[in-house]
C-alpha cells in the first residue's frame, strides 16, 4: 500500500518494526521497498537503500533482477555510476542475466559525467551479455562521444543506429546535427580513397551503407530536407537507394510468426487457415478488412472497403480480387445484414477472397502471416506498434514493413493508395561519405517525412583514388 501511495517514510517505518519483531521478509518485501527507495527524491531513500540491500543479502534472502536494478538507481541517483555498474557484475555472479534496464543507471550516470571511456566500458558488457541497446542508449553513447570528439566512436554509433534505430527521434537528430557543425567533425576524413572498394563494401552489405569511415575533407553543409517520391534529396540531389531484403530472412520471419500465432491463437484454427491460404493463394494482395472499413467512418463500412478491394483488383497484375480478412463478427453481424453487403460477401466468398477469422481469434496474426507467406503487399493503416508486433523485434519487421505496406487516404474523389516508398527509410551513407538520416517527424502520408542532410561543401571536388 505504501508502495502504490509512494509513502516511503511509512515503508521504512513498518520495515524497521519487522525487523524489531524479528519478522521473516520475503524477496517482494524487500523489492517494493528498493523500489520505493529507488524512485523516491527524498535524501532518506537514497541513505537507507544500501542498507536494506546489504541486510536483505545478510538475511541470505535471494535477490532478482528487480532487486540489483532498483539498488543500481540507488547508485546512480547517489552519483555513483562505478557502483550502479559494479552491481550489475555482481548480478551476474549470483547467475542473473541483466536486461537493459539493468544498465541504464551505470550508462547515464557515466554519460552524465562526460566519461566516455567508462561509457564505453558498460556498452561493451551489454553487448558481451546479448543485451541490444534502444535509440536512448546508444543516443546517450552518441552524444558523450560528440563531446569527447570521439569521432571513431561517433562512427560506430551512427551505423549502429542505422542497424538497429532507422529512424531517429528529435533528440538525436540534434546530437548528429551538432557533430556535423562542430570543429572536429570538419577535421576528420579520408580525403582521397579507393572508389572501388567502397562501392564492394556497399554490395557486400546490402546497400544503403559501407561502414570504410569518414570520407571526404572539409565543412559539412547539413541541413533538415525531404525526399521526392522517387528518393531524390530535395538539398544536395543525392538519390536513396532501395535495401533489398534476403528471402532466407523472410522465410524464418514467416516461421517464427506461425511459431508465435500458434502460441496465441487456437493452433487448430491457425493452421486450418495456413492450409486454406495454400489452396487459394498466393494472392498479389491482403486487405486488413477491419481497419479499411473503419477509416473516417463510425460504423463498419462495405461500400468503402469494396472501393479499395476493386481498386486493387484493377492494379493486380491477374486482375484477381486481394485476399480480404475480416472478423467472423463482421461476416454475419450488424451492417453484413444489409441485402447489398450480403451481395458483396457472397461474392468475395464464392471468388475466394474472403477469410473470416473465428471467434476469439486476433485477425491481426492472419492479415500480416497472409502477406508474409505470400510476399505481396498488405493493405492497412495500421500503425503495427501495439504489443503484438513488439514480439516480432525491431531488426526485420520494420523493413519488411516499409517495402510492403501499402497505406491509404480518403478525399471526395475516393481513396488514393499511398504504395511502399521506392526507397528505404533508414540513415542511409552514400559511397561520396555524405549522410542521410531520417527523423521521426512527418509521416510520408499526410506531411512528409523529414531528413537532415549532411554532405562536404568540397564534395565535388575531391580526388579519388
Known amino acids: 500500500m505504501c508502495s502504490k501511495r509512494g509513502d516511503l517514510v511509512e515503508a521504512l517505518r513498518l520495515y524497521d518494526e519487522a525487523r524489531q519483531s524479528e519478522v521473516q ?85 557515466f554519460c552524465e559525467k562526460g566519461m566516455a571511456d567508462r561509457a564505453y566500458e558498460v556498452d561493451a558488457d551489454m553487448i558481451a551479455s546479448g543485451v541490444v541497446a534502444d535509440e ?76 570504410q569511415g569518414w570520407l571526404g575533407g572539409g565543412e559539412w553543409r547539413v541541413t533538415r530536407t525531404h525526399m521526392d517520391e522517387t528518393g531524390i534529396c530535395g538539398f544536395c540531389g543525392e538519390k536513396l537507394v ?29 493452421v486450418q487457415f495456413q492450409e486454406w491460404l495454400q489452396h487459394q493463394g498466393p494472392f498479389d494482395a491482403v486487405v486488413d478488412g477491419a481497419n479499411l472499413g473503419l477509416i473516417n467512418q ?8 469494396n472501393t479499395v478491394v476493386q481498386k486493387l483488383r484493377q492494379l493486380s497484375p491477374s486482375k484477381r480480387l486481394p485476399l480480404i480478412i475480416l472478423h467472423q463478427n463482421r461476416v454475419t453481424g450488424g451492417p453484413a445484414q444489409h441485402p447489398n453487403n450480403k451481395k458483396l460477401l457472397e461474392s468475395w466468398k464464392k471468388s475466394g477472397a474472403l477469410y473470416a477469422t473465428p471467434p476469439g481469434s486476433n485477425d491481426d496474426w492472419y492479415w500480416l502471416y497472409a502477406a508474409v507467406s505470400c510476399k505481396c503487399l498488405l493493405v492497412t493503416n495500421d500503425e503495427m506498434r501495439d504489443h ?24 471526395q ?14 540513415i542511409q551513407e552514400s559511397e561520396k561519405g555524405s549522410w542521410h538520416v531520417p527523423t521521426t517527424t512527418g509521416n510520408d502520408l499526410e506531411t512528409p517525412r523529414q531528413w537532415l542532410c549532411a554532405t562536404r561543401a568540397k564534395g565535388t571536388t575531391l580526388h579519388h583514388l
Not at 536494506?52 to 539498488?71: C, G, H
Not at 555482481?90 to 534496464?101: D, S
Not at 557533430?179 to 554490395?203: H, L, P, Y
Not at 503484438?388 to 480518403?410: D, I, N, T, Y
Open 25 to 109: 521478509l520475503s524477496q517482494h518485501h524487500y523489492n517494493v521497498l528498493l523500489y520505493l527507495c529507488s524512485s523516491s527524491d527524498v535524501g532518506l531513500g537514497l541513505e537507507r537503500g544500501f542498507e536494506i540491500f546489504q541486510e536483505m543479502l545478510m538475511y541470505k534472502v535471494l535477490p532478482n533482477e528487480a532487486t540489483f536494478t532498483s539498488a543500481a538507481r540507488i547508485a546512480a541517483a547517489r552519483e555513483d555510476p562505478g557502483m550502479a555498474f559494479e552491481l550489475v557484475r555482481q548480478m551476474k555472479g549470483f547467475g542473473i542475466a541483466p536486461k537493459l534496464r539493468s544498465y541504464g543507471p551505470a550508462l547515464m550516470g
Open 413 to 426: 474523389c475516393g481513396p488514393t493508395l499511398h504504395m511502399p516508398p521506392p526507397y528505404s527509410i533508414v
Open 388 to 411: 503484438l508486433f513488439q514480439l516480432l523485434g525491431s531488426s526485420f519487421f520494420p523493413r519488411w514493413k516499409e517495402k510492403h505496406q501499402v497505406r491509404l487516404s480518403f478525399s
Open 242 to 270: 532501395c535495401i533489398d531484403i534476403d528471402p532466407i530472412e523472410t522465410q524464418n520471419f514467416a516461421s517464427s510468426l506461425t511459431n508465435l500465432a500458434c502460441q496465441r491463437e487456437v493452433r487448430a484454427d491457425f
Open 298 to 305: 463510425h460504423s463498419f463500412n462495405f461500400f468503402q472497403l
Open 136 to 211: 536512448a542508449e546508444l543516443s546517450m553513447i552518441l552524444k558523450v562521444s560528440v563531446d569527447a570528439k570521439r569521432a571513431d566512436k561517433v562512427y560506430e554509433i551512427m551505423q549502429r543506429l542505422r542497424a538497429t534505430v532507422r529512424q531517429v527521434s528529435e533528440t538525436t537528430a540534434e546530437i548528429i546535427q551538432n557533430w556535423f557543425k562542430c570543429e572536429e567533425g570538419e577535421k576528420v576524413g579520408e580525403e582521397t580513397w579507393d572508389e572501388s572498394k567502397v562501392r564492394e563494401a556497399i554490395v557486400r552489405g546490402g546497400g544503403g551503407w559501407h561502414g
